[in-house]
């Protein structure tokens, strides 16, 4: 049975976030991650944020993490994707640590280059927090730039 299009990209948003973060193609941040769809080169639209089913990749949850800063907490994702997975040639990652306060950030990341040809780009934020035991991951928003266009309810690409 084929899985529909639209949970091959939320399933791709997550394993790709970590998958593309361990092969060191990190790229400067950029200046400011976007808070409105900004598309990418050759982009025909952009979706709006999703939340990902999962709340934490695998490990990275509260009670789970203890990183000493979001930095710390980026790199781990970085270093278990480089042990549990590879990443498909030509993908482009870039990927920072935002807004952080004392007890929260954004981990925001670009991915460019991905073997589909209905997608330009995924933006990925991940929400993380300072709990007892150290920084983890709170949440998983992703949105998709399109190279034909978006729906009309602006949540998948043509």
């Known amino acids: 049975m084929d899985v529909p299009v639209v949970h091959q990209h939320r399933a791709l948003a997550v394993s790709l976030l970590l998958t593309m973060t361990a092969c060191g193609l990190l790229e400067p941040e950029p200046a400011q991650p976007p808070s409105t769809p900004r598309p990418f080169v050759g982009s025909a639209g952009a979706t709006a944020w999703q939340s990902s089913e999962d709340r934490a990749p695998d ?35 870039r990927a920072g640590v935002y807004e952080q306060r004392d007890a929260a950030a954004v981990i925001y990341m670009q991915l460019r280059g991905l073997a589909d040809d209905s997608l330009v780009g995924q933006e990925v934020r991940l ?32």
Request: proline share 3%; hydrophobic share 35%.
């Open 59 to 93: 490990g990275f949850g509260e009670g789970l993490a203890e990183y000493d800063s979001p930095k710390a907490l980026m790199e781990a994702l970085i270093s278990k994707a480089r042990q549990e997975n590879g990443i498909p040639d030509g993908v482009q990652l």
């Open 127 to 158: 929400t993380v927090r300072r709990g007892a035991d150290g920084w983890f991951v709170d949440g998983v928003e992703y949105r998709n730039h399109c190279s034909r266009g978006v729906d009309a309810a602006h949540a998948m690409c043509l």
